[in-house]
């Protein structure tokens, strides 16, 4: 297939989603949340809405335009992929795909349905693209290798495929930058790079960077739209375990009723919970975010007046082109 014809493909794939009857999209989060009972309704239509207006022949072709995607010879690329949150593995495969390749896919336990449910549908559209994708457990064939996991399961996937050029993935996180002037509505958006997939994501905000004397009373009070959470067992699980440990430890912390917030010089937080610390200057800021520059996925703030950032609420929406580690995967695929 030409490259031409493989973005024709998952345009069609983008359209197949985005015509999906309710009907269907209630058995597929049915059948999903059966398999990983993190994964809500919600969740599950948020991510297929995001696929299928990513997945046009405009967005696609912009993509790959600047990469030389006519490999001379297919090559196997194992993709060993996560099941944090809904699809969190279907980039891998596109791009795979997309750049001409064979996919060696190694699902996730936690998000078989959707990831079968999407290969299904490459390959009643195109039996030639669909032929490219080939499911295994051991990635003894493969010539390269794209993985994501934990800070743990990456040092063994470093070790056990050290010999095959790879992409390595571990642990990340997201941050938000607060100025102290940001609107009622803007602090609500916020709430969309916490809540959402209930923090599970790398591109979930897990900390905030607020100047001295930040009175956070503002921030909690414009998320109180999102208590409905706590509806969800596993989160109110974590909520209670780790609001009780606080108090029997006698650490200060706020409490919203639904989520919790304590000051950190971490930057990952647990479930539940919103670390937060305060900058004196921008200056000062930016010397802090530089130490844990490897492990930022991505930074948020108003109208994303920070640089680099993105504005606040669309952590959860990233292009075609925002790759995972910041590691650009077409063009990784393309050397190959």
């Not at 022949?57 to 006519?70: F, H, N, R």
């Not at 305060?278 to 975010?289: G, H, R, V």
């Not at 991505?298 to 925002?322: F, H, M, R, T």
Request: glycine share 6%; hydrophobic share 35%; proline share 2%.
């Amino acid at each position: 297939m030409t490259l031409k014809e493989r973005i024709q493909a998952f345009a069609q794939l983008g359209e197949r989603i985005k015509s999906l009857t309710d009907d269907e999209i209630d058995n597929l989060s049915f059948r999903a949340r059966n398999e990983n009972s993190w994964f809500t309704s919600e969740s599950v239509k948020s991510t297929l809405n995001t696929w299928g207006e990513c997945l046009t022949e405009k967005s696609l072709s912009s993509w790959t335009k600047d990469y030389a995607l006519t490999p001379k010879a297919s090559k196997k690329v194992g993709l060993v992929m996560a099941g944090n949150i809904p699809m969190v593995g279907f980039h891998d495969l596109l791009s795979v795909l997309i750049s001409g390749h064979t996919a060696m896919v190694k699902l996730s336990s936690q998000d078989k349905v959707l990831m079968q449910f999407v290969i299904s549908e490459i390959r009643i559209i195109s039996e030639i693209l669909g032929s490219h994708i080939v499911h295994a457990e051991r990635m003894n064939e493969a010539d390269a290798i794209i993985a994501t996991g934990s800070d743990n399961s990456a040092r063994y996937f470093k070790h056990y495929f050290a010999q095959h050029p790879h992409i390595i993935r571990q642990n990340r996180t997201a941050i938000a930058v607060i100025k102290g002037n940001e609107t009622d509505e803007e602090l609500t958006d916020f709430g969309k790079d916490y809540f959402q997939y209930f923090g599970l994501g790398c591109r979930n905000v897990s900390k905030i960077y607020a100047p001295k004397g930040y009175d956070f009373v503002k921030l909690i009070d414009a998320l109180m739209g999102y208590e409905t959470v706590l509806d969800h067992h596993k989160y109110r699980n974590n909520y209670d375990y780790n609001k009780s440990i606080y108090l029997v430890n006698g650490e200060p912390h706020l409490d919203s009723g639904f989520f919790l917030m304590r000051e950190s010089q971490e930057l990952v937080s647990p479930i539940s919970v919103l670390f937060y610390e305060y900058y004196n200057s921008e200056a000062e800021l930016d010397l802090t975010l530089a130490k844990h520059h490897d492990k930022i996925q991505c930074i948020v703030s108003a109208n994303g007046w920070y640089e680099g950032s993105i504005p606040l609420g669309k952590a959860q929406q990233p292009e075609l082109w925002d790759y995972a580690d910041g590691v650009d995967t077409l063009e990784f695929l393309s050397g190959l």
